[in-house]
């Protein structure tokens, strides 16, 4: 009975520091991990507002960002009309554009003009505020290279292309300008990450 008093005993002291051990442990992981930090941001809204700054700004002034039709899209210059039944036009002479879309570095970030033409602004447009986010994070883009950093991205429509012909020469850039599950891979190759690369599609919620 001794011996088995003792090794009830003995089993309960293990017991109890193996309980300790890994509530200690859980504490110490806890502390090593952030579930959501927010460190950089990029963005681009209407009215002209490319950095978070620039947004702070407009919000902290009531300011409008509502503005005319944008001059370098190619659309019509009769689009307006005021019966509200008239095919192909618009009742609003205005609405909330983001002006420099059409600006878009591909040099920078190594790519072609021609394939630049077949990129849907949503990928050039990520590629930039992707740049921008890490630099505002203090971060060097170009020392994540080679690192298991992953990209997830939300993106909405997937109207670009069938809207706007591109000429024949370029048909061979089409699989990877107008595709979402791109969008991610862009940032993850231009930028040399390892990690994951997602692009999900929730409608509005991820646009």
Request: proline share 6%.
């Amino acid at each position: 009975m001794a011996n088995e008093d003792k090794l009830r005993d003995y089993l309960k002291r293990v017991t109890t520091d193996l309980h300790q051990t890994r509530e200690r442990l859980r504490e110490v992981e806890g502390r090593q991990q952030e579930p959501v930090a927010i460190v950089g941001i990029g963005c681009r809204f209407p009215g002209g507002v490319s950095s978070p700054s620039q947004f702070w700004e407009l919000l902290e002034s009531g300011g409008d960002a509502v503005g005319p039709f944008p001059s370098d899209r190619g659309w019509a210059t009769d689009m307006v009309d005021a019966d509200p039944d008239a095919v192909g036009k618009s009742v609003s002479g205005e609405g909330g554009f983001l002006y420099e879309a059409g600006k878009f570095d591909a040099e920078f970030f190594g790519i072609s003009p021609r394939e630049a033409v077949t990129m849907d602004p949503q990928q050039r447009l990520l590629l930039e505020t992707s740049w921008e986010a890490l630099e505002d994070a203090g971060i060097d883009p170009g020392a994540l290279r080679g690192s298991g950093t992953g990209v997830f991205t939300g993106l909405f429509y997937h109207d670009y292309l069938p809207w706007h012909p591109v000429p024949e020469e370029v048909e061979g850039y089409l699989g990877t300008g107008g595709t979402g599950s791109v969008a991610s891979g862009r940032v993850s190759y231009v930028l040399g990450l390892e990690g994951p690369a997602v692009t999900v599609d929730t409608a509005c919620s991820s646009s």
